[in-house]
Each structure stands twice: as C-alpha cells, then as structure tokens.
C-alpha cells in the first residue's frame, strides 16, 4: 500500500514531474562534489511554530532517488509543533539526497504554511459555531494538496471543482437575466446543490423561493450578515465570504452563519521556515 493516498492525487506521477522540473539532465553540484557512495545523515526541522503537512509527500521524494534510503517520520500530519522540533530523520546516499532536498522541502513548507495560517483561523472563530471554509483560489495543479494541508489546519474543503456544485454569481445571474431564472436553470438541470451569492438582503428571498440550497453572502458587514442570517432562519446553510481577513474574521463567524470562506489560506499563506541539515546520528 501506498505510504500516501489522496484522493484523485497521483503521488508518483507528482514527485517524478517535480524532479523533472528541478533537477533536468542531473544536478552537476552533488555529482561534482558528493562522492559517489558518500552517506548523507540529516535532520528535518521547523524553525518556527506550524501545523505540519506533507512530510509523507516528502519522503516520496527522497525514496524516488534512493529507495533504500532509511527514514523516520517524527511529527503527525496535522500536529501543532514547537519551533525547533524534528519532524523527519533521514539516512541514504548523499548524491541522491541532497538532489531530492529541494523539491521536497518547497513541498512540505508550502503546505505546512497553509496549514499554519488555516489553524490560526480556526482558532479565531474557536466557539462560534460556524466552520471555516477553503476556496478555488488555489496554485493550478496542487488543488487536492492544497486543499489537504487546509483539512491538516482543521478547515472543511468547498468545492473541489466546478464539477461537483453550481456556484451562481454575478456575472451569471448578469447573464441569466435575474436570480430567480438562474437558479431556477439549475433545478431544472437536476443540480442538487446549489450555492447563490447574494450580496444584498432582497436577494435572499428570489433565491431561496428559486431553489437555492446555500447562500453565499458575499462581502457583508456582520450587521448586515446578522440580518440576513435572521431572514434565512435556518431554510438553508449560510456562507460569509469576501474580504475576510484574520482581524475581522471572528467578529463575522459570530453573525450566526454557518460558514466563513477563506481563499487566502491557499492564496496568500507564506510558506513554514522548515529546513534540513546535515546531522550525524
């Protein structure tokens, strides 16, 4: 069995594109100056407080390049650490390990950032009620890794694609003409979820008389979320997005609504200071 599974994510297919990318026709450092048998002991650590994410997709890495390679994952997915804390004790072929170093910390530091910052947003709407939400708003190509480290944060995924619920907007309620035909454009397509964003309070009436399941309420104040929430009454979920930001994001979790939404969690999170150092055991 595979030491990582993620649904729809091909691992091998992944590491062996990274590499690709990073190390082309081989690394002329570490051939030229890493001898051939050379054995490299090294230590992977956090610099900083995180939430770890993708240290098993970093061993792939370094098992691509040497599969005999000896490697002890210290840390959980998911687990807050301390700064300084070893998460990952490696030995193998120095060549080898060193080739693979690069791709396998951008890895695991992008999504331990993401974790971190979702993690810190979780515990700013802690005793709300509501859940946080991740986006679309992801780097083409890493959604389902992305989307992992925020579940690593403890946020829930939205929509993994356009695929899976229509999510009605300005531009189409523009075209459709109002928000009552769109909506009522997708009951009849058969679409059993149904998100409408509304950004004024005498949009929640068509839409939900329409056939909405989930209401998005894009860019409200709390007040006006409050309200909005009051006029729902419970028919349908209710989602606060747009503008959220870490200083504003509990007083709007507190409106009552069921969600928040979130898309700098995979757009803006900087990346875990996370670093790997020769370290003989």
């Not at 409408?196 to 839409?207: G, T, W």
Request: a negative charge; proline letters at 4%; aromatic letters at 4%.
């Amino acid at each position: 069995m595979p030491l990582f599974e993620l649904a729809g994510f091909d691992l091998d297919a992944f590491v062996a594109a990274t590499l690709a990318e990073d190390v082309g026709s081989g690394d002329v450092t570490a051939n030229a100056v890493i001898p051939e048998d050379a054995v490299f002991d090294g230590v992977m650590d956090s610099r900083d407080a995180i939430t770890v994410a993708g240290l098993p997709i970093a061993a792939a890495f370094f098992r691509a390049l040497d599969p005999t390679v000896e490697i002890a994952v210290l840390a959980q997915e998911g687990e807050a650490v301390a700064p300084g804390c070893d998460l990952m004790r490696l030995r193998g072929n120095a060549r080898a390990l060193l080739t693979a170093e690069r791709s396998a910390l951008n890895t695991v530091q992008h999504l331990s950032g993401i974790a971190t910052m979702t993690r810190a947003y979780v515990d700013a709407i802690a005793g709300s009620g509501a859940t946080l939400l991740d986006t679309r708003k992801t780097i083409p190509g890493l959604r389902r890794l992305e989307k992992y480290a925020t579940r690593m944060g403890g946020a829930r995924n939205h929509r993994m694609g356009l695929w899976d619920a229509a999510m009605i907007k300005d531009n189409h309620i523009a075209v459709a003409g109002s928000i009552g035909e769109a909506v009522a454009r997708a009951v009849r397509a058969g679409i059993g979820s149904i998100i409408v964003e509304v950004d004024r309070i005498d949009q929640i009436e068509p839409a939900l008389a329409a056939g909405a399941t989930h209401l998005l309420l894009d860019n409200m104040a709390p007040a006006q979320l409050r309200t909005a929430v009051a006029l729902v009454a419970g028919r349908v979920p209710t989602e606060a997005s747009g503008g959220v930001r870490f200083e504003t994001i509990a007083e709007i979790a507190a409106s009552g609504v069921t969600y928040v939404s979130v898309g700098r969690l995979t757009q803006s999170a900087p990346a875990a200071d996370i670093g790997l150092d020769f370290a003989p055991a």
